[in-house]
């Protein structure tokens, strides 16, 4: 079965840095892409960066210049490093991937999520 794990939320103040990592687990044929999404209270579920199985990125227009998605094929994580923090980032943040099972299937993934919260 496979699992994602996220790890390295938490509490910093604006114009902090934190680093997420997700980590996919179990048994699989080979991971596609790679996201993270973030909830804010009230809000809806909205993406942040994303990335491909070949390195590409793409973000959301509120974190260019500021996050950093990247990945570790060796390892099955990615990550979201995450500087000049400000307030309005505060949202639990969820991993994302498009794995394939098997050889001929693909599904999406979901963690659990990490909170971040953004104060001073």
């Known amino acids: 079965q496979v699992q994602l794990v996220e790890s390295g939320g938490g509490l910093v103040q604006p114009g902090g840095s934190l680093r997420l990592s997700c980590a996919a687990s179990?048994?699989?044929?080979?991971?596609?892409?790679m996201a993270w999404y973030r909830q804010a209270p009230g809000k809806e579920r909205e993406l942040v960066a994303a990335?491909?199985?070949?390195?590409?990125?793409n973000y959301a227009d509120s974190v260019k210049g500021r996050f950093t998605i990247s990945g570790d094929s060796a390892k099955n994580t990615v990550y979201l490093q995450m500087n000049s923090l400000k307030p309005e980032d505060t949202a639990v943040y969820y991993c994302?991937?498009?794995?394939?099972?098997?050889?001929?299937?693909?599904?999406?993934?979901w963690g659990k999520g990490t909170l971040v919260t953004v104060s001073s």
């Open positions: 994302n991937a498009n794995i394939r099972p098997t050889r001929y299937v693909s599904m999406d993934y």
């Open positions: 990335i491909t199985s070949g390195g590409s990125a």
């Open positions: 179990g048994t699989f044929f080979s991971i596609n892409d």
